[in-house]
């Protein structure tokens, strides 16, 4: 293999007496991307906290071409001349894109301590240039979308001349164009030189952007190759430590002609027009459309957490008017949300807690008791073991401690425990890794079966196409057209979801 | 098209609630009292208002960080007894009784931001407690007995720059300028705002936020400080009860100015300015309009509260009005969408 700029050596770390990596000895190359993948709760994130200074090894070094490198914290790291952009964006949305760029070492006006503004502005210019970002430097980070958020994280990278930038799963909350945008970005990144180290649970875009790749699972290196040594099912079958014969687990029940979500001609001005489907008991519904089509908007105002101007909507029957979230988990519908930090969780608090929130009042049997602990705690142990979710005590430890994946599980969980008549589900894969994905695809039959009618929104039609009995295709703001399983086609339905400005 | 043009300037008219409301309160407390408009008492108003304002200023600071100060009240209290104290017994000239009531107050806000960022106490309750304890320092150096001024501070509290404009009104602006300055112009001003928007980000992105803590709460405790100085120069004594409540006053100051609780938006020029003025010229037109003297108060809390309610309604709205619309309505295309 090539010439490392970053070396592992032997390093572990713990946390609360877990160990999370287990001694791990890795080349990161110089020059090129090495593809990172493994489960949830793998160490991926943890390992390249460590690069990135935000944690420090409990055992064994890194070396940074060749020298004994130990950042204490995220600045050092830039100093060194690594960037690490996270999981979750680190911008300051109230102020300008200048301003996040030089936030922690502002270029002052000679000896006065003011900022000096048009020097920022200048060099903020050049950097959005070279990521292709036409807007000004002076643009608030608020009004602009996650893609273009990226973006201006990657020229912060500029900005310190990183000479090895981290990307932990860039790709989670990006439109088809902004992600291509990000991997040509990426591509010319490395052809200046820079070496890439690249996180994601969409292993065909590893495949494709990937000149090594390494694999980790449960805290080791299981393997580290180029990339001509792996196909996906190696990848998939390394990081399970198993083979996956299918990715799909196979329906079990048929759905039943009892409607459980009757919409009829919702409408929102600028929003959602004219939108009528049906819901039946035990039928998993899928909404397809691409991001901005109006799919989450949809379930939101479903849910009861926007409003719309027009319509009418009948759950199990009964008229449901002035939806608001407490009266639709009252009716038995259950939302997972496709923003899990903003909304589904609550990041400091247990995780059993978290999981308990939604079911709570279900374990207290009248008005004013005590809620009835034990059970409470082994349903929520069941349903925390079923998805698999992994990251140390569920009483103590809080949800911000988990990892990116299982933090999604976490936000499943939450719903399932209620048992909801209705569940509508945005993206839940998102960010999830294979064997996870399997997980929550046979959670969602199961509940089917059970009776459960599912709204299943997502963006990767591929899994839609194999879980769903049926299949909505949204654009702007539309339901375009409808397909039953047997219909299912690829190219058909495609072609619905980019059915827009027909005017 | 004509939706569009009605939104932005709903979303116009939300920006600027409190510059609304002041010409509101202006215009309908002229209204009732002609003699309102006159330039005589709009110079008692920024007179009177110039304490509060200052201590909002430095309770500005504080909010941007998601924090609060409950203490200032306290804190004007304790160092302007112990530099009347210093000026009465030490016969200590003026400069030196004001270096000592701003040291006072700079302590005060240091022993703040001591327990929020070293022993991690959430800013509500440290504040509370120096609050209490501060007021108990003071009454011990005091005995709960008035600290009269000398006359040469009275003095300067009624004279005039220039012969022209009162003195309060100067320190108020100046100090509000050179706030603004800070906040916008100088690097910990703008990482005072990044903190406020989100400490966890601003930690990994490399700030010190415990300095930049550290530095707001020593602000509003000087600040506190010179506001009760200033307010002292005007009154001449300090008396037992100097102080109290005020905190409520700065902290609504500060929120009709724009700032928001939970951090990271606001700004003093104009908005805690515009504020301050606001809450004296509410108080300055009960008094004018005649207005019982023990209703004044419900009614200037009332619009405080209503302010404060409208903007949150404000924030939930303008949150809908940024929200993209996603659909292109085939009949009407032009500028839809843009915001
Ligand atoms: N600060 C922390 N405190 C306690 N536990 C932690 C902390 N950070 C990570 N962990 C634990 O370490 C393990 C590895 O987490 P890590 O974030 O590295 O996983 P990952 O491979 O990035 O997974 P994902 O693909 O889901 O993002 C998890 O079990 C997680 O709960
Ligand atoms: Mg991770």
Redesign the interface.
């Known amino acids: 293999m090539s010439d490392a700029i970053l070396t592992f050596d032997h390093v572990e770390k713990s946390f609360f007496g877990v160990r999370v990596l287990k001694g791990i000895s890795l080349d990161v190359p110089r020059g090129k991307v090495l593809g990172l993948v493994g489960e949830n709760g793998a160490g991926k994130s943890t390992l390249m906290n460590l690069m990135g200074g935000?944690h420090a090894p409990d055992r064994g070094q890194m070396l940074l071409n060749g020298a004994p490198y130990a950042p204490r914290?995220?600045?050092d790291a830039?100093a060194a001349g690594i960037a690490f952009i996270?999981q979750e964006l680190?911008?300051?949305?109230?102020?300008s894109i200048a301003?996040n760029i030089f936030?922690?070492g502002?270029p002052?006006l000679r000896w006065l301590?003011?900022?000096d503004r048009s020097h920022m502005r200048a060099r903020t210019k050049q950097y959005l240039e070279a990521v292709e970002l036409h807007v000004s430097p002076d643009t608030l980070v608020e009004k602009l979308s996650p893609g273009e958020r990226q973006l201006v994280e990657i020229a912060k990278a500029l900005s310190f001349d990183a000479r090895i930038i981290i990307f932990d799963e860039p790709t989670t909350s990006l439109t088809a164009r902004e992600t291509e945008r990000l991997f040509r970005l990426i591509e010319r990144l490395r052809s200046d030189g820079a070496s890439i180290v690249y996180i994601s649970h969409i292993l065909p875009d590893v495949m494709r952007l990937a000149d090594e790749i390494a694999v980790l699972r449960d805290g080791e290196l299981v393997a580290h190759g180029d990339k001509e040594a792996f196909t996906i099912n190696r990848m998939i079958a390394l990081m399970v430590g198993r083979a996956i014969e299918q990715l799909y687990p196979p329906r079990r029940s048929a759905p039943t002609t009892t409607p459980v979500l009757e919409v009829q001609d919702i409408s929102q001005?600028?929003?959602?027009?004219a939108i009528t489907f049906t819901l039946h008991k035990g039928e998993i519904l899928g909404v397809f459309g691409l991001m901005?089509?109006?799919r989450s908007?949809l379930a939101r105002i479903l849910f009861g957490l926007d409003e719309h101007a027009r319509g009418e909507i009948r759950v199990a029957g009964k008229p449901y008017t002035r939806p608001s979230a407490r009266r639709s988990i009252d009716a038995g519908m259950a939302f997972v949300t496709e923003n899990r930090r903003e909304e589904g969780l609550l990041m400091d608090i247990a995780i059993a807690e978290n999981i308990g929130l939604v079911a709570l009042p279900r374990y207290a049997a009248a008005t004013v008791t005590a809620v009835n602990e034990r059970r409470y705690f082994t349903e929520i142990t069941d349903v925390a073991a079923s998805l698999a979710i992994k990251g140390g005590e569920l009483r103590q430890q809080a949800v911000k401690t988990l990892s990116g994946g299982n933090q999604q599980k976490a936000v499943i969980a939450k719903w399932l425990l209620d048992k909801p008549a209705v569940l509508i589900i945005d993206e839940p894969t998102r960010g999830v890794d294979v064997g996870a994905k399997y997980e929550i695809y046979s959670i969602i039959n199961d509940l089917a079966a059970a009776g459960t009618g599912v709204l299943f929104i997502s963006s990767e039609l591929e899994e839609l196409m194999g879980v769903c009995d049926r299949m909505l295709v949204m654009s702007?703001?539309?339901i375009q057209a409808t397909f039953s399983r047997d219909e299912f086609e690829k190219e058909r339905i495609l072609r619905a979801a980019f059915r827009?400005?027909?005017? | 098209m004509k939706?569009t043009n009605r939104q932005h300037l709903a979303q116009l008219a939300l920006q600027n609630t409190s510059l609304l409301l002041f010409i509101v309160v202006f215009v309908v407390f002229g209204l009732l009292a002609p003699r309102f408009f006159a330039l005589q008492t709009f110079e008692t108003i920024l007179k009177q208002a110039s304490y509060i304002g200052i201590v909002a200023i430095g309770m500005t600071f504080v909010i941007l960080t998601a924090g609060i100060d409950l203490s200032v009240g306290s804190n004007m209290y304790v160092s302007a007894t112990v530099a009347g104290l210093v000026m009465q017994e030490l016969k200590a000239p003026v400069w030196l009784g004001l270096l000592v009531c701003l040291s006072v107050g700079m302590l005060f806000g240091g022993v703040n931001a001591f327990l929020i960022t070293r022993v991690k106490i959430i800013p509500f309750i440290a504040t509370l407690g120096t609050m209490v304890a501060g007021k108990g320092i003071g009454l011990l150096f005091s005995r709960s007995i008035q600290i009269p001024y000398p006359d040469s501070v009275l003095e300067l509290g009624s004279s005039r720059l220039f012969g022209l404009i009162p003195l309060p009104i100067v320190i108020f602006l100046g100090v509000a300028l050179a706030a603004q300055l800070v906040l916008t112009?100088?690097?910990?001003g703008?990482?005072i705002?990044?903190v406020?928007?989100?400490a966890e980000?601003?930690k990994?992105?490399?700030?010190s936020v415990g300095r930049v803590l550290t530095s707001v709460y020593i602000v509003s405790g000087l600040m506190a400080a010179l506001g009760g100085f200033v307010s002292v120069a005007q009154q001449g004594v300090v008396h037992p009860g100097f102080g109290e409540g005020y905190e409520f006053n700065a902290i609504a100051a500060a929120v009709l100015g724009g700032a928001s609780l939970f951090g990271?938006?606001g700004s003093v020029l104009p908005g805690t300015l515009l504020g301050a003025v606001l809450i004296q010229m509410i108080q300055t037109g009960l008094i004018f309009t005649k207005v019982d003297i023990y209703i004044q108060p419900l009614i200037t809390a009332a619009i405080i509260f209503s302010a404060v309610l409208l903007d949150a309604f404000r924030n939930i709205q303008l949150q809908k009005l940024r929200r993209r619309?996603?659909?292109?309505?085939?009949g009407a295309?032009v500028g839809?969408?843009d915001d």
């Not at chain 1, 001005?269 to 027009?273: A, H, L």
């Not at chain 1, 827009?500 to 005017?503: L, Q, V």
Request: proline fraction near 5%; charge should be negative; aromatic fraction near 4%.
């Open positions: 935000v914290t995220p600045s830039n996270h680190n911008l300051f949305t109230n102020l301003e936030i922690d502002f002052r301590p003011m900022l001005q600028g929003i959602v027009e901005g089509s109006g908007e702007n703001g539309e827009e400005n027909a005017a | 939706t112009m100088t690097p910990i703008r990482q705002y990044a406020g928007n989100d980000a601003a990994k992105a490399g700030l990271g938006v619309n996603i659909r292109i309505d085939k295309l839809a969408g």
